[in-house]
Each structure stands twice: as C-alpha cells, then as structure tokens.
C-alpha cells in the first residue's frame, strides 16, 4: 500500500486499485477533530463520540479524496453476511443509509461507499471489465457467515462480474501475532475457511484473518488479492484497535467511488 497524507489527514491507497484510477483510501484515526479515545479522525457515530466531531471527520475524508459529503452510502454493520446493492440515486434518500448490511456493491459513479473499522478486515473489490466496485466489512463472524463470498457473488449475479476479473484488497487490521481466540471460534474460521490459518503458541491460540480472507477469495476464484498487511492492533498511535484499547476507542473509515 502507499500512504498519502491531505491536511494533516493520513490514509492508505492499493497499488492495484491506484493502476486503474479507482478513487479510494483507507484513512488513519490522523488529523480529524474528536478528542479523548476518539482521537482523532473517528468516523462512527456509533461509540459515543459527539455527532459535529464525526461528521466534520468524514468531511475532511470525503474532500481528500474530492468527493462529496452528501454523495455518499455507508449502512449499519452487524457482522453477517447481507449485501446491500447501491444505486445512482440511493444518496438521496437519508433512510437508505439506516439499511443492516456488511458489504455494499454499485456501478453507480461518483458515489462513495462508506464502512468503518477498529479491528475487522476493510475489504475492497474492483471489477475493471464491469465497471463494479464493492466494500465490505470482515471480522470473524463475517469470514464464518460468508461476506466476502456473498459479495463477489453479488457483482457476479446482479452487474455480470466474474470471479476471475475481480481484484480484491485487504486492508488494514488485526494481524496474525495479535488476534487471540478460544479453540471454539479457531474451529469455526478453520471450517469456514478451509486453509490453515490456526496457530497455536504455549496455551494460547491465534488465527490468520488476512490468510483466512485470502483463502475464501482464491477457493472462489477471484483473480488478484492484495493484502495490506498492517496490523492495526500493533500500532494504536495511527489505528484504532477494538482489541488493544479494550473497546474505548473510535472507527477508521474506508471509502471507495467511481470516478
């Protein structure tokens, strides 16, 4: 990934994506406006943090990237496996960002995709020969639930994409040496995944999320895979971390758009 800076702001672009002019960052919890755990570019309303601070932080993150406020989709996350289409118009309507999804997919120009993170996988996708973008949002219920399958499936049955002209980045998130897990929940990504991505050190066990999201793309097909490779649990000065703070911190945003 290439990191960038705007303003003070600092976010992180795929190489794969920048070659074909797909406007898109993953941003840093750097140069926003919050205070406290929420310091400083959170973008979730969600985690107590006042409204005004985080929607002058998406502000600041739309303009980086030369977009608009009002042009964006974002939805509510509840770590399953729903879809949620985009259309040229659905900016217009304030409810439509109230819909429960943990992905979004549009051909639609010029409208940003929105979803925020502290931990789970930010997952982009990118259908050059369609013209179809998609984010979604990975923790491990959404891996086990089958998010990044259902949403590569999604631009292959609604806009015609195929599997093998998908390019899909994983972004920043917990790393592999920080995402500690009882043996039950090993055994569900295990099965979900069917690779290795469980280790096990002393009386402890860790499991590989980026290896496990790697792993459901290939067996499906997708063409190219790109893996950030940051862990956001190790470097709580430039992500938030769900895990490292103890859940008293804010969201960092993703956002992807057509030009």
Excluded: K
């Excluded at 672009?13 to 750097?30: D, K, N, S, W």
């Excluded at 931990?119 to 990118?126: R, W």
């Excluded at 086990?144 to 631009?155: N, Q």
């Excluded at 067996?219 to 703070?245: D, K, M, P, Q």
């Amino acid at each position: 990934m290439q990191r960038l800076t705007h303003r003070g702001l600092a976010y992180y672009q795929f190489e794969a994506l920048q070659a074909y002019g797909v406007i898109h960052g993953i941003f840093t919890r750097l140069g926003g406006v919050s205070e406290g755990c929420w310091a400083s570019l959170n973008m979730s309303c969600s985690t107590g943090d006042a409204a005004d601070a985080v929607y002058e932080n998406r502000r600041r993150a739309l303009d980086a990237l030369g977009l608009r406020p009002e042009r964006t989709c974002t939805t509510w996350m509840v770590h399953g496996s729903h879809v949620r289409v985009v259309y040229p118009d659905d900016w217009r309507t304030p409810a439509a960002n109230e819909m429960r999804a943990d992905a979004l997919v549009t051909q639609a120009r010029g409208v940003a995709l929105t979803l925020r993170f502290a931990d789970c996988l930010p997952v982009m996708f990118y259908d050059p020969h369609r013209s179809v973008i998609g984010l979604a949002h990975a923790g491990w219920r959404g891996l086990v639930a089958g998010i990044l399958l259902e949403t590569v499936r999604a631009m292959q049955h609604i806009f015609g994409s195929r599997p093998q002209d998908v390019i899909a980045a994983i972004g920043p998130s917990i790393g592999p040496q920080q995402f500690e897990v009882g043996a039950d929940v090993a055994a569900q990504i295990q099965h979900a995944v069917g690779a290795s991505v469980v280790r096990a050190a002393a009386d402890r066990i860790y499991v590989d999320l980026w290896r496990a999201a790697q792993a459901q793309l290939a067996a499906l097909g997708v063409g190219y895979i790109e893996v950030a490779g940051i862990c956001t649990a190790s470097n709580t000065r430039e992500w938030f971390s769900h895990r490292a703070e103890r859940g008293q911190t804010g969201r960092f945003g993703a956002v992807i758009a057509l030009a």
